[in-house]
């Protein structure tokens, strides 16, 4: 619950969102989908606004992605 509340806080605050919806974060394990968001502090945004507005922001996201999608399911 607490990593959902987080997910979408960051979501608010974020103008440069893209990809992950919160559902597929919370189908994960803990653990892990936390361990992607630590590694991926600048990047690490859920939902879809709009396209990351840099290269450098857009593969960032997509490294995020990707390990999100490589966690354990619950």
Not at 25 to 33: F, G, H, P, Q
Not at 56 to 66: G, N, P, Q, V
Request: aromatic content about 4%; charged content about 20%; some cysteine.
């Amino acid at each position: 619950m607490k990593l959902a509340a987080a997910a979408l806080a960051l979501l608010l605050t974020s103008a440069c969102a893209t990809g992950v919806p919160d559902l597929e974060i919370a189908l994960v394990e803990r653990t892990c989908s936390q361990w992607c968001i630590d590694k991926h502090p600048k990047c690490a945004f859920t939902g879809a606004i709009v396209e990351p507005k840099t290269d450098e922001l857009r593969a960032c996201h997509k490294s995020f992605i990707s390990c999100v999608r490589s966690c354990p399911p619950r």
